[in-house]
């Protein structure tokens, strides 16, 4: 049975009990669909999409990274655990780190909010939604830190979400960098610089 969530301001927010691992796929399912499941590097070599999860560190969050991790790597992408870096941090150290993509995991009472966001200093998945895919040169704003995903990310999402009902014969990660110590590093640095 297919299963629905909705976006609401940028966020998945459902509840905690509905968020099982066939969820989590079809989140996996819908993000790869926008972001593509590789890029093209400077020297021209594919490389894979890689996305970098952290969370408040609710027990529940945990599991939920946990399921994350396995999906993300099922099909293909590189995965890194940032652990329980602060929000605003996961979104500085995406950038620094080069990732492509990072996932947050909140838990708030009995919801579950998860918030996507994508390097804002480089095309990211608007390069695999456009005819000719890597290929396009187009300009774009850049930041420093990761932004929301845009609508169309969204759109891929929620539509996973309502046609997918999850992968069968998930295996546990065993890729995922833990980069728990290296991204708060990051992080720290930044905010000392900044104050």
């Not at 968020?19 to 590097?41: C, D, H, K, P």
């Not at 099909?75 to 870096?85: F, T």
Request: glycine letters at 10%; aromatic letters at 6%.
């Amino acid at each position: 049975m297919p299963l629905k969530a909705y976006f609401n301001n940028g966020i998945l927010s459902e509840k905690s009990e509905n968020i099982t691992s066939g969820f989590i796929q079809a989140v996996s399912i819908g993000l790869v669909r926008y972001l593509g499941n590789s890029r093209e590097a400077k020297s021209g070599a594919e490389i894979p999409t890689s996305v970098l999860l952290s969370s408040d560190g609710s027990e529940k969050s945990k599991e939920i990274i946990e399921d994350f991790k396995d999906a993300l790597e099922m099909i293909g992408l590189e995965v890194g655990d940032a652990k329980n870096l602060e929000k605003d941090g996961l979104k500085f150290v995406i950038t620094e780190l080069k990732f492509d993509a990072g996932i947050f995991i909140e838990e708030k009472f009995e919801d579950i909010e998860i918030e996507i966001f994508e390097r804002g200093d480089e095309i990211g998945g608007l390069e695999a939604s456009l005819p000719g895919g890597v290929n396009f040169k187009g300009k774009v704003k850049k930041s420093t830190s990761a932004l929301p995903i845009p609508q169309i990310a969204v759109n891929q999402i929620e539509h996973a979400l309502n046609i997918e009902i999850g992968l069968d014969n998930v295996g546990r990660a065993t890729l995922a960098r833990d980069l728990e110590k290296e991204a708060k590093e990051i992080w720290e640095k930044h905010r000392k610089m900044i104050k």
